[in-house]
């Protein structure tokens, strides 16, 4: 199956009598190819024999037999580990250390989340929770997570049988999409307050992000500034009317719940006929209002071009993507959504857009030191085709709040 302009859109994640073929590209018996990231994360393992000796460190019952690089994540690094027997397959990550300062509390509030969400599924009678939830390993003497040197590994049960989307253009898929969202939320919604922690404090507070991106304006370290000063510009003039979210939750009209925070179509797993089985990637899993998860559903999925596009005329907002995630997503959090909640939904997709484009643009003036960068000028082209995004938002806003409001 093949996403716009000619990209693959799928990876499967077979058992093992399946032929994987992300697995054989990316790496064949005895052999061993991956650049570790050359930014924010201490250097790694520089052969399979390391990599096998971190392996066996974890909680484990089978020998691991070959490991290969997985994914396409731009802050973690993450390996496929494949089990001699019958048994299931693994992932093994390096937490960027740097990003996510506390491993402790990220890794207890990743198995609060998974247990809570397992529970609940027992409960219900579930038959296979381990494909509909993501479980850790831990370390030997069972601890959640091992540090070697100056690098945080963890392990997780690879879920298996499953494959997860890099894009989509299927309203069903979207529908099914919000509803795994929305699902996921809902499970979650009865947690006390103060069970999770802030994995990124004021990860996706635009405020903080605003205070930021004036600090480096101001700094201009690598002399860039000029170049995209009218961008700056036309970011600064929109700050005051995106921290409307946060001037709600001050005067208690709207409330925090545990969000997921990284809601992209590749955070959900689904089963050989295209059901969602469960949500992944928990590392940003905190408090945080539930218009920044669905709003970055729409940023990402509900984008006709790519993040980076070169081609700005390819990106628009695709709103037949749009109107099945708000079905999906709206039916699967009536329990908990609170009507102010529910009216801001298409505000949140401007938010998080106008959000990711002040973060990339920063990252930019700074020197690029956060996000994994392709070629010199990366982080200005996303910044560039996340601010035509925003426009594109802007000018579908009212067609979008009269669909939810119709919903």
Request: hydrophobic share 35%.
């Given at each position: ?89 693994y ?6 250390h740097?990003?996510?300062?506390d ?56 879920v ?16 099914d ?53 009218w961008?700056v ?53 905190m ?70 484009t ?50």
């Amino acid at each position: 199956m093949l996403a716009k302009y000619g990209h693959p859109i799928t990876r499967e994640m077979p058992g093992k009598d399946s032929k994987d073929l992300f697995w054989r590209n990316s790496c064949g018996f005895g052999q061993f190819s991956y650049i570790w990231s050359a930014r924010s994360i201490s250097p790694g393992p520089k052969n399979m024999d390391e990599l096998m000796q971190i392996a066996d460190r974890f909680a484990i019952p089978e020998p691991v037999v070959r490991i290969a690089p997985l994914g396409s994540g731009l802050v973690n690094d993450t390996f496929r580990m494949e089990t001699s027997g019958e048994g299931p397959d693994y992932v093994l990550q390096r937490i960027n250390h740097r990003v996510f300062r506390d491993v402790d509390l990220l890794q207890q509030n990743i198995e609060r989340i998974t247990s809570h969400i397992r529970g609940k599924l027992i409960e219900e009678g579930e038959k296979e929770p381990d494909r509909k939830v993501v479980r850790l390993i831990p370390v030997r003497d069972g601890a959640l997570y091992l540090k070697e040197g100056e690098n945080y590994w963890r392990v997780m049960v690879l879920v298996p049988r499953s494959r997860t989307h890099e894009s989509i253009d299927d309203p069903r898929l979207a529908y099914d999409t919000g509803v795994a969202f929305g699902h996921f939320q809902s499970m979650l919604s009865d947690l006390p307050e103060g069970a999770l922690g802030a994995t990124i404090p004021n990860f996706h507070n635009i405020e903080f992000r605003l205070e930021t991106f004036k600090e480096t304006i101001d700094r201009d370290p690598k002399g860039r500034l000029a170049e995209v000063r009218w961008l700056v510009d036309e970011l600064l003039v929109r700050g005051k009317s995106m921290c409307r979210a946060e001037e709600l939750h001050r005067q208690g009209v709207l409330p925090k719940r545990v969000s997921h925070c990284d809601t992209k179509i590749n955070n959900v797993l689904f089963d050989e006929e295209d059901r969602p089985l469960c949500v992944i990637d928990l590392d940003t899993t905190m408090p945080g209002f539930v218009i920044s998860d669905f709003g970055d559903f729409i940023r990402t999925a509900g984008n006709t071009g790519a993040e980076d596009d070169l081609d700005l005329d390819r990106v628009g907002v695709d709103m037949a993507i749009f109107r099945a995630f708000s079905q999906g997503y709206i039916a699967a959090t009536a329990d908990f959504l609170t009507p102010i909640e529910k009216e801001l939904l298409p505000f949140g997709a401007k938010l998080l857009t106008y959000m990711q484009t002040v973060r990339f643009l920063t990252d930019y003036l700074d020197g690029d030191n956060y996000y994994k960068i392709a070629y010199p000028t990366h982080n200005r082209q996303r910044s560039l085709a996340q601010f035509r995004l925003l426009q594109r938002i802007e000018e579908r806003e009212q067609e979008m709040a009269d669909f939810i409001a119709s919903l």
